[in-house]
């Protein structure tokens, strides 16, 4: 089974600043981090190459500099990373985005499943693994919380929702997003990095996709940033541990506990 | 233990490279060469567990991929409850395999990217959560005369509390104690020495001059322009506790360690 995971590089602060012109988060210069719902479409798809076999390929677009998400990947267990880095690729939105990330999983050939997190915690959209369903016109199941069972046709998925979850039957090729409750992402090792750091990232242009420039950047883009304002700092918040006292003081003690202070 | 305690000087930190890091070769050549120069000053070189819940590179794996001799008797790996079984297993077993004998147990700060131990998994029955004693227990059993198990004291808590928490630590398996950073003196330590008379204790020397960072550890703020002197400092832990090994954390390797064989002496 060949297994494409998109991921993402983005900003790891909470004070990260709008370019007035652009609209756009200003990039350079601050901590970038692997998109944190990222990891878990890692760690899924290294579980089902580990269950049935296969291969793993970790996919980004974005500057060079986006190739040390990629060789995170490799780290955890992904066997190989491809960036798209291209001036063509600038100001696409999310659906001129997963156009370009479509047109890689055709380029790469014969993939079966392609992982994405729920959402970029920048954007916070969650439309782009939906929009690389679309322009490849495959199935998609969104919000995964579980992967019930895979073949090599078809995949068991739960779906989270707001009332629950639903049990889906997904034919490959396929794309689903994940949420943090379908695994534990495995902690990176030394061994794995130092491999990593071995790997040749290559790195392709909006040619090696054969993408049409009219799909790509600002003129494939259907929508404009009109605004945008970094988020609000996390504060510290007080809990209200309400309802029977037995039970509310368990909860203290267990909190207090985890964080040992008992 | 205790002959340890006796025959190496001082136990030095040294925080593992991060796993975030874009200089990795850089980070580790430095690791490295802390590393053996600690070995070859005959101190204990400590190395951290994911320190504040920030992802490094573990202890074992480090002196393993980079071929490092821990010496006799000369690290001493801190291991919290942030980690899956197989990881906890993996990381005894490399120290077994490496002829580590010191761990430190703690609790440890956990992060959204780090797994925790769960009680079922280390056999703990009626808690929560697994803390250092749960880990203790788990080690001390699963692994019965392999390891000397460190754990921390915290004169700053509470002191019957700590007193109470260190007891649950012995009868876990803890067969010495590491202070949090101690300034000159601690009526608490002293009382840790009287108390336990045969319980190597270890206590901390904070090397580093901005003295401000130590406010979490101490409950209460300490003014960013306090002026601190660690060498002067780590003389009078010296003196006011002789029976004592230091733990010498945030040391500056080019100017401060130096001074260490001179200071000792």
Known sequence: ?262 | MKQHLLTSAYHVEILPPKQETEKLYEDLDRFSSKFERVMESGYCACITDNAMGNLAFQGTELIEELELDPGRNQVMIHLNTFHTKADLHRILDSCKAAGIRQLLVITGDGSDRLPRLTPAEVGAEGVEAVTSVELLRYIAKTYPGDFDLGVAFNPYEPEDHEFAKLDRKIAAGATFAITQPIIERHPVVDKLLERYPDLPVVVEAWMSKKISLLSEAVGYEIPEDTPYDPIENLKTLHRNYPQCEIYLSILGFKTQYPLLEEIRN
């Open chain 1, 1 to 262: 089974m060949r297994i494409v995971v998109c991921v993402k590089q983005v900003p790891g602060t909470h004070d990260a600043k709008i370019d007035p012109e652009t609209k756009r988060i200003i990039r350079e210069g601050i901590k970038v981090v692997i998109n944190p719902f990222d990891t878990y479409a890692i760690e899924a798809a290294v579980q089902i190459k580990e269950k049935i076999g296969g291969e793993v390929i970790v996919l980004s677009m974005g500057p060079s500099r986006a190739v040390t998400v990629l060789r995170e990947g490799i780290t955890v267990g992904a066997d190989r990373g491809i960036l798209l880095s291209d001036r063509a690729f600038g100001g696409s939105d999310t659906w001129a985005t997963s156009y370009a990330l479509s047109r890689a999983i055709e380029t790469i050939g014969d993939v079966d499943l392609v992982i994405c997190g729920k959402q970029a915690i920048d954007g916070d959209t969650a439309q782009v693994g939906p929009g690389i369903a679309a322009h490849l016109s495959w199935p998609q199941a969104t919000y995964v919380m579980d992967i019930a069972d895979i073949n090599s046709g078809s995949l068991t998925a739960q779906r989270m929702h707001e009332d629950g979850w639903d049990l889906c039957l997904v034919k490959l090729p396929a794309v689903i997003t994940v949420v943090k409750d379908i695994n534990q992402p495995r902690v990176p090792t030394l061994k794995g990095r130092l491999a990593a750091e071995k790997q040749e990232i290559p790195i392709w242009k909006a040619a090696d996709i054969e993408a049409d420039p009219e799909l790509l950047g600002l003129n494939g883009s259907p929508t404009r940033v009109v605004k945008t304002n970094p988020p609000q700092g996390r504060t510290k918040k007080s809990v209200v541990l309400d309802g029977p006292v037995e039970q509310s003081v368990r909860r203290l003690v267990q909190e207090l506990r985890q964080r040992s202070l008992v």
